[in-house]
């Protein structure tokens, strides 16, 4: 399939869970694979590729959960922007680019770059766009404090996620100021 050192991040050689999971990961009824193989579009047919390969690994590692091999190939595929792949050609290949993006960037900038994303979450202007969003769909979070506390508890799940990615990455980072 491809070379083992490929898979190799945060000093693990990840290449035996990688390649198990890939085996396990194509599933041609699920809808975002079938938008990824036939959107007219190219840049759409890689959204919707990287979307389905993300839903297979992000909750995984939710929250606190997931173990270190997890938690690292999500590292890898969160600070991959699908904007560098042009088109959809399948899991395997994308895993492949995003695994070649991360040797390219370096762990510690991924890991920066997870945790800016993490900030900017966290920012006002952030919870300004969410609220305005909310309100042009006609559901303000405002007007439901139960259902507004359930999503800032579901996002600090998702940063809780990314913090552990990045310190997964970069433990050194993780002291940083």
């Given at each position: 399939?491809t070379e083992a050192l490929?898979?190799?991040?945060?000093?693990?050689?990840?290449?035996?869970?990688?390649?198990?999971?890939?085996?396990?990961?194509?599933?041609?009824?699920?809808?975002?694979?079938?938008?990824?193989?036939?959107?007219?579009?190219?840049?759409?047919?890689?959204?919707?590729?990287?979307?389905?390969?993300?839903?297979?690994?992000?909750?995984?590692?939710?929250?606190?959960?997931?173990?270190?091999?997890?938690?690292?190939?999500?590292?890898?595929?969160?600070?991959?922007?699908?904007?560098?792949?042009?088109?959809?050609?399948?899991?395997?290949?994308?895993?492949?680019?995003?695994?070649?993006?991360?040797?390219?960037?370096?762990?510690?900038?991924?890991?920066?770059?997870?945790?800016?994303?993490?900030?900017?979450?966290?920012?006002?202007?952030?919870?300004?766009?969410?609220?305005?969003?909310?309100?042009?769909?006609?559901?303000?979070?405002?007007?439901?404090?139960?259902?507004?506390?359930?999503?800032?508890?579901?996002l600090a799940k998702g940063?809780?996620?990314?913090?552990?990615?990045?310190?997964?990455?970069?433990?050194?980072?993780?002291?940083?100021?």
């Open positions: 399939m490929q898979f190799v991040v945060a000093g693990r050689d990840l290449s035996p869970y990688v390649e198990e999971w890939l085996a396990d990961l194509e599933d041609p009824s699920d809808p975002l694979l079938i938008e990824a193989r036939r959107d007219p579009s190219p840049r759409e047919r890689a959204s919707y590729g990287a979307s389905f390969v993300m839903k297979t690994v992000a909750p995984k590692v939710w929250g606190d959960r997931g173990g270190v091999q997890d938690l690292l190939l999500f590292a890898v595929l969160a600070s991959f922007p699908a904007t560098e792949l042009p088109d959809w050609k399948d899991c395997a290949t994308y895993v492949e680019r995003a695994f070649d993006h991360m040797h390219r960037i370096g762990e510690v900038e991924a890991a920066r770059r997870l945790r800016a994303d993490v900030e900017e979450r966290a920012s006002e202007e952030y919870a300004r766009e969410r609220s305005q969003m909310y309100r042009a769909l006609g559901r303000p979070l405002e007007a439901n404090p139960a259902r507004t506390a359930y999503w800032e508890r579901e940063n809780e996620r990314s913090l552990r990615a990045a310190a997964a990455l970069d433990p050194e980072g993780n002291r940083a100021p």
